[in-house]
């Protein structure tokens, strides 16, 4: 019980002695209390100067928290304190204690010291539990003095003793009479705690910020962190989580979550992205004030994110979460291990950690940038080694799997057709659990106007297709695109310049836009050499077949030994091919339709070293003039309307072998000259390239025209028609050669009989003679046409009669070919023609004097003229 | 149970803390003067450990526009998101009859706004809207005087008493959360000139109230009947005149 009979100072006239002390003790308090520094120097002088004068244990002081109404120790007496090793002492320290409770309520209405024989009052059932701590300590009696400051009380001085008589009068009147200026000493000491906490703190944020502001690197930023988290006793761990590039999810960026993690847990928290609307990471971003969690809380509320999981399994019970941001944009979050929250520090800490991250992420930024052209040059250059798919395949593969984090879809191309898109490229390994869907779904060829591939085509830089969207709308390949649980599907154009090359599908989360495009470009040139390049080797593959076709058929009809006709005009023919064939020589051969101007070149060009190469053949008659330099030179893709592809010229593919102009008289000026700067440089350019090519062709050519005739006439350039009269070679008409129509007819025969079916086992005498005396406009040709026509005409196994025409069409001819003569030649000629027919026999009956009207001596006479000889007439 | 009264140190938080206290629940009396701070978050994660029941009490320092908006907006959203954190299972706030209908006045939007911040969080809540409280008389006659004159108009007006308030404050607080609104009101309804117009006679006050018709409060319009509960509301026990005699007392 309160003991009021004690509370009587205040009535009894003070001693003067009492006075004294009582003066002398304030005297020497307030001299001591200047020079209080630490705030326990306080209880230890105020007791050395009470210790002389009065009889106690020992003396704390507690101070009042009015917005609980509690009080809780404050200054503490280290050395007289007799609880020191009582059991509970800790919690005593730690302890609030409720200002609703008798005990201390009439401390506070008391204007007086109060005191308490602990016995009496310590097991009431509102007493604090410090006063039984004390009884169990020896204490058997204490004394309450309020402190007062402004009005209002703050604290109470507690006094102890282990007797029950010291808390006399005096005693009580020195406790009253000092207690204001323990409450002003009280004060200060708080008010210096209170500058020296900021003052701590504002040297703490210099020091922090001074050390950021060296921070270059993530390495920088995480010791500079961690050493100021240590200098404020803050053991535990922290991490700073940066928002990602998709702006959806969130990654450790800079951690150390101290021992508490094991290897394992760490791997995955650092790698995992976490979306930001997790439900609680979001709370943080929303958030200006630092936020404390608890962990078990988060969990129970349903949040998923697996952080907290192992948060849990590392021990973390609470942590306070801050946002990180720079100006108005969120950066991130700073997530530590701490229970209480300094907010000016740690918004100063974040403030400074905000201004680093900023810097380090530009600073990234452009490494990464830096990088990623770097990659993209040498993906460049690796890409223009690629001849094959398989190779560019590899590259292609890595380059994304490397880079992006992802794998190829699909890439798709164009056909010749414009409309059509087929699968050229992609990665099974996507499918992995959808193999047999998506192989369904591959094998489609699709138009241009595919919902999907017409978005993507008609878009510049590509589409960005949610997979879980677009499964909810039905999308069929989505279903596909589901199966790999990735987020999007990226589909972009793959253009060169305006043309529409194919179009490109990546599964990804999320990919960069500027590596993406940059990847793009460089696989679509990629693809179009790729393209183009199956595209030549299929030409080629397709030229060799048509060669080795050609080449065997060429053997089996033309044959050197297979031109027929051993008389005098082809021996000169033969001779002057043997002389030339060996070489390069360009051979110009003159000669009427039909004389086989093409089987001498081929006999020409298989009797050459370049025989085992295919002979191309140009028949200059046959080209549209529009198309003959295309034809002859080649032309680049879209060097003018129609050109769809690149195309080897004939110049190009005769590259080692012969090239056979045929009918060169009928070549447009304009390609003469064309073809005389391909002759002298022996090199050309493709129609709209600009690349210059190095050939090594040899030159037949062949007219029926007379060249010089048409050089004089202005159609032919005459230094086209010097570079190719080189080496003429002139084919005698037919009927210059009626020595070899027997042997060309058997030969015919032979030929026609085979492919036909019908064997011909003779030829009549007359046969023969009607064709010696016929002229054969048509030469060798006409010739064949005609042995052909009359082998299937025939009706037995003998030809005896053939059908040599007597139209008006072939007297034209003959007219014409006659008109072209002198008078005298056409006398020789007209001799001769009759002489044959009338198989030489010169005057009588049946004779060509009979025929000529003409007397036998007067037809002698001429022939010795005319120089006719048996040789002539007789074959 | 743990209660944390924001704004605990003001006029109806003073109360409401000590009936609390006084029906032995643990009571913070949060507010700048005791270290926690709606605005800047000081010490409001501490003071939510444990706590059950927040009681919002708190009033913007300063009634411009855009001060009082960004005072409810900030202190709400951060208040609420402590108390999210901390599993706190019921927040009262107290606003005001017809806020929703008196948006055209600055500090009724953002007593709008705080409801909605409210609304929104999750947190089960009891929104209690309270007429005037009859402490606000002398505030009114104020901000309506010019020179000796006071014009009001006779908008209808239910004055409450701030101990009336904070008793049902107290009562809602401890009760299971509505997640809705209650409204509160003097047992007494006047024509506000005339309810001022007596307040200055028994103060003794000089100045003459002069009616002028034009239904207003705080500068802005409001209808007739904006100040007063449409529907049902809950009545306090003290009456002006009662309440004029404690006044009385206590000076
Ligand atoms: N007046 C009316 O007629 C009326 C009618 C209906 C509803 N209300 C509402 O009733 C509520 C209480 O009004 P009142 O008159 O009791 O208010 P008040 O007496 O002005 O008290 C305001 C309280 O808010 C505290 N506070 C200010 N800023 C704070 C901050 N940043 N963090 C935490 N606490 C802060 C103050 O603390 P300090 O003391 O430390 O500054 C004080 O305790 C208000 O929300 C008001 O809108 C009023």
């Known amino acids: ?875 | 149970m743990k209660i944390v009264v924001i704004g605990g140190t003001g006029l109806i938080g003073t109360k409401v803390v000590n009936q609390l206290r006084q029906a032995g629940h643990q009571v913070i009396a949060a507010s700048p003067a005791t270290g926690i701070n709606t605005l800047t978050g000081e010490g409001l994660a501490e003071a939510m450990k444990e706590t059950d029941i927040v009681i919002d009490l708190a009033n913007s320092p300063s009634f411009e526009d855009k001060a009082v908006m960004e005072f409810f907006q900030t202190a709400g959203h951060n208040l609420l998101a402590a108390e999210i954190n901390a599993g706190v299972k019921h927040h009262v706030a107290l606003s005001i009859v017809g806020v929703d209908i008196m948006q055209n006045i600055g500090y009724m939007r953002a007593k709008k706004v705080q409801e909605e911040l409210i609304e929104q969080s999750g947190v089960p809540y009891t929104i209690v809207r309270s007429t005037q409280f009859l402490e606000f008389i002398a505030g009114i006659a104020n901000q309506a005087t010019d020179g000796n004159e006071v014009h009001l108009s006779d908008v209808l007006f239910q004055p409450i008493a701030s101990d009336d308030v904070a008793k049902f404050v107290a009562k809602y607080a401890l009760a299971a959360p509505l997640n809705g609104r209650v409204e509160i009101a003097g047992p007494e309804r006047f024509e506000m000139y005339k309810i001022v117009e007596r307040y200055l006679q028994l103060a003794n006050d000089p100045r003459t109230v002069v009616p002028n018709g034009k239904p207003a409060y705080f500068g802005g319009e409001v209808t007739h009947s904006a100040l007063v509960p449409a529907g049902e509301a809950e009545q306090g026990a003290i009456n002006f005149e009662s309440w004029w005699a404690t006044q009385a007392v206590k000076a």
């Open chain 1, 1 to 875: 019980m309160k003991r009021t009979i004690k509370n009587e100072s205040g009535l009894h006239a003070p001693t003067k002695t009492i006075l004294e002390q009582e003066r002398k003790v304030l005297l020497d308090l307030g001299n001591d209390i200047t020079k209080v520094r630490e705030k326990n120097d306080l209880i230890t002088l105020f007791k050395n100067r009470i210790k002389g004068l009065f009889y106690f244990t020992h003396t704390i002081i507690t101070l009042i928290d009015h917005k609980d109404e509690t009080y809780y120790a404050f200054l503490l007496d280290n050395e007289g304190s007799p609880i020191r090793t009582h059991p509970r002492y800790r919690e005593m320290v730690a302890a609030r204690f409720s200002l609703n409770a008798p005990f201390i309520q009439a401390v506070l209405t008391s204007d007086e010291p109060v005191s308490y024989i602990l016995e009496d009052i310590m097991d009431k059932p509102q007493s604090p539990p410090f006063l039984r701590v004390n009884y169990e300590g020896g204490v058997r009696e204490i004394l309450m003095t309020k402190l007062m400051k402004e009005g209002k009380p703050m604290g109470f001085i507690h006094m102890y003793s282990d007797r029950t008589d010291s808390f006399n009068p005096e005693f009580r009147g020195v406790m009253k009479g000092i207690a204001p200026q323990l409450s002003g000493a009280v004060s200060n000491i708080i008010k210096n705690e209170e500058l020296l906490n900021k003052e701590k703190e504002k040297s703490f944020l210099l020091d922090f910020s001074s050390n950021i502001a060296a921070v270059r690197t993530k390495e920088d930023l995480m010791s500079a962190v961690r050493t100021a988290l240590h200098k404020l006793d803050q053991k535990s761990g922290f991490v700073i989580r940066c928002i990602n590039e998709d702006k959806t999810t969130m990654s450790a960026y800079v951690y150390d979550l101290g021992s508490a993690a094991d290897e394992k847990s760490l791997s995955v928290l650092v790698k995992a992205k976490y979306p930001i609307n997790d439900g609680l990471q979001n709370r943080v971003l929303n958030s200006s004030i630092p936020l404390l969690f608890n962990v078990e809380r988060e969990i129970q509320r349903g949040i998923t994110s697996a952080y907290l999981q192992y948060w849990k399994k590392m021990g973390f019970e609470n942590f306070v979460g801050i946002r990180l941001r720079n100006g108005e944009t969120n950066l991130g979050i700073l997530l530590l291990d701490i229970e209480e929250i300094k907010i000016e520090l740690l918004q100063g800490i974040c403030a400074q950690i905000s201004i680093a991250l900023a810097n380090i992420m530009a600073n990234e930024q452009i490494s990464k940038k830096q990088e990623e052209q770097a990659f993209l040059l040498d993906f460049s250059s690796a890409l223009t080694k690629m001849r094959t798919k398989d190779e560019l395949q590899a590259a292609i593969f890595e380059v994304l799997d490397k880079i992006m984090n992802t794998q190829l879809a699909m890439i798709r191309v164009l056909e010749d057709d414009g409309v059509h898109l087929s699968v050229f490229m992609f990665d099974r390994r996507l499918f992995g659990k959808a193999h047999a869907d998506f192989d369904k779904l591959a094998a489609n060829k699709i138009k241009i106007d595919e919902t999907y591939t017409a978005q993507v085509l008609a878009s510049k830089e590509g589409v960005v297709f949610n997979v879980d969207e677009e499964l909810r709308s039905g999308n069929d390949y989505a279903k596909l695109w589901k199966t790999t649980g990735l987020r999007n599907m990226y589909g972009l154009p793959l253009r060169m310049g305006d043309k529409i090359i194919g179009t490109i599908w990546l599964l990804a989360d999320f990919l960069g836009p500027l590596l993406l495009k940059g990847i793009c470009s460089q696989i679509t040139v990629a693809v179009a050499n790729i393209l183009a390049n199956e595209k030549l080797l299929a030409y080629k593959k397709q030229l060799e077949i048509e060669n080795d076709y050609l080449k065997e058929q060429i053997k089996t009809i033309y044959n050197f030994s297979e031109i027929i006709g051993s008389g005098e005009s082809m021996q000169e023919v033969y001779r002057l091919m043997g002389l030339v064939a060996e070489s390069s020589t360009t051979v110009l051969i003159l000669g009427e339709t039909g004389t086989g101007k093409e089987l001498i070149a081929r006999a020409i060009h298989n009797a050459s070293p370049r025989k085992e190469n295919l002979m191309v053949k140009v028949n200059c008659a046959a080209l549209p003039a529009n198309l003959i330099e295309s034809e002859l030179f080649g032309h680049e893709r879209g060097a003018f309307t129609g050109a769809t592809d690149r195309r080897i010229g004939k110049f190009e593919m005769a590259d080692n072998s012969t090239l056979f102009l045929d009918e060169i008289g009928e070549l447009p000026l304009e390609a003469q000259a064309k073809l005389l700067r391909v002759i002298q440089e022996r090199e050309l350019e493709r129609v709209g390239g600009k690349q210059v090519i190095k050939i090594n062709v040899r030159l037949v050519a062949a007219t029926n025209r007379n060249l010089e005739e048409e050089v004089k006439a202005g159609r032919f350039r005459a230094d086209l028609y010097f570079r190719l009269n080189v080496f003429p070679i002139i084919l005698p008409p037919l009927r210059d050669r009626l020595e070899d129509i027997e042997a060309l007819t058997h030969f015919f025969v032979k030929k026609y009989s085979r492919s036909t079916g019908r064997t011909i086992r003779k030829i009549a005498p007359r046969v023969i003679q009607q064709l010696r005396s016929y002229t054969w406009p048509g030469n060798v040709r006409e010739l064949e046409h005609l042995i052909e026509r009359s082998i299937l005409l025939a009706t037995d196994s003998t030809l005896s009669d053939v059908f040599i025409p007597r139209n008006a069409d072939a007297d034209k001819q003959e007219q014409a070919f006659l008109l072209n003569r002198s008078l005298e030649e056409v006398e020789r000629g007209y001799i001769i023609e009759t002489l044959k027919r009338c198989g030489g026999k010169i005057s009588g009956t049946g004779s060509a004097a009979e025929v000529l009207q003409i007397p036998g001596n007067t037809l002698h006479s001429k022939m010795k003229k005319l120089g006719i000889t048996k040789s002539d007439y007789f074959s």
